[in-house]
């Protein structure tokens, strides 16, 4: 297939334009190249024929107009977005003009595009979502792709916003869409301000690892290249209007997530005297802060036979490592605004 990616040079882009180059597709890489992007995460296949990078913004009609025109995608893939939960609550409006404006500025060149081909039904629009659309668990029960939406931050909201904007071109206007919403990604090339990378960079600093509240918060962890299978496989064989949930079936407490990566860190990079562990600190919890995320994938795994195949236990040893290697990566990323800074606290005290 010859795909149009957005927010190719950023973490989960990234992993899928890495992932389809590999699986001999083309790609066409699009991205604004705002702070959390990195033009690194891509050099493993800049240099292929089959890849071109366009630094561009979806939220300008006119050149996504002629990107389309020039490369002729198969389809589209859009995951460019803003998806800072804490930055969106110090600054909701990037989230509106990006998830909401850009969405539907994207989706009226894919429309005016896919009409100009003539309507190929083979066209794919797939828009990646999230979770956090669903709004909260509680100890028990996991979302499912007919869960009622109740986003909760400025951030779920306004991906929820992209995703019934989404489903709303395809019944009006019969735009072939895909949608598919994904629990917490990690692994590799992960941008130095989520929870996992920060306590993994402050623990080899020597700096407080800050947990919100208790730690006693939910999330269901999904390695990120298994994510990129998954959603190369939706755009290959998914229905038109189809939604998949996609999980990772590794729920964990934000408190046991971080002692195993102490443990982990304990274990390949041990410190002169004690434990990472001993540099757990509790601060004050963000506002609205959601209890616990889990996805039913059952659907996914059902039609289209996908599961993930990396559990966390394997994935987190994995990506410590990658953060051992890597410092020329995340080193410079560490002086961007905003990051090693808390952000979210709206206020709270």
């Not at 334009?17 to 699009?30: D, E, K, L, S, T």
């Not at 930055?87 to 990037?94: H, K, L, Q, T, V």
């Not at 917490?184 to 700096?207: C, D, R, S, T």
């Not at 407490?253 to 001993?278: F, H, W």
């Amino acid at each position: 297939m010859k795909l149009l990616i957005t927010g190719g040079a950023g973490f989960i882009g990234s992993a899928v334009v890495r992932r389809a180059i590999g699986q001999g597709h083309r790609v066409i890489n699009v991205d604004a190249l705002t702070y959390a992007a990195c033009e690194e995460n891509v050099s493993s296949v800049a240099d292929k024929s089959s890849y071109v990078f366009e630094h561009a913004d979806i939220r300008d009609r006119a050149t996504m107009d002629r990107i389309l025109g020039q490369y002729t995608p198969d389809a589209i893939m859009h995951l460019a977005a803003e998806s800072h939960v804490d930055r969106s609550i110090d600054g909701p409006g990037a989230f509106i003009d990006t998830n909401i404006t850009g969405t539907y500025t994207l989706l009226e060149a894919a429309r005016a595009y896919w009409v100009q081909q003539g309507q190929p039904e083979t066209f794919r629009f797939h828009h990646v979502s999230t979770d956090e659309v669903y709004g909260s668990l509680g100890p028990s029960g996991q979302f499912q792709e007919t869960t009622p939406y109740d986003p909760r931050s400025p951030y779920s909201a306004s991906k929820a916003a992209s995703d019934h904007l989404v489903s709303a071109w395809h019944h009006t206007y019969g735009l072939p869409m895909v949608m598919t919403n994904c629990s917490n990604n990690y692994g590799p090339f992960h941008f130095p301000e989520k929870l996992i990378p920060v306590i993994i960079l402050n623990a080899l600093a020597g700096k407080p690892l800050p947990i919100y509240g208790d730690g006693s918060n939910v999330r269901d962890w999904l390695y990120v290249e298994d994510h990129a299978d998954a959603l190369l496989l939706v755009i290959q064989k998914a229905a038109p209007g189809a939604r998949y949930n996609i999980g990772g079936e590794n729920e964990r407490s934000n408190l046991e997530l971080v002692r195993t990566l102490c443990r982990l860190l304990d274990a390949k990079r041990p410190k002169a005297v004690g434990s990472y562990a001993d540099q757990i600190t509790f601060v004050t919890d963000r506002p609205g802060h959601d209890a616990r995320y889990a996805i039913d994938p059952t659907r996914i795994r059902n039609e289209l036979g996908w599961r993930p195949s990396v559990t966390v236990e394997e994935g987190l040893a994995r990506t410590v490592d990658w953060y051992l290697e890597n410092e020329a990566w995340w080193r410079p990323l560490q002086a961007r605004r905003g990051v090693g800074e808390r952000l979210g606290a709206g206020g709270a005290s």
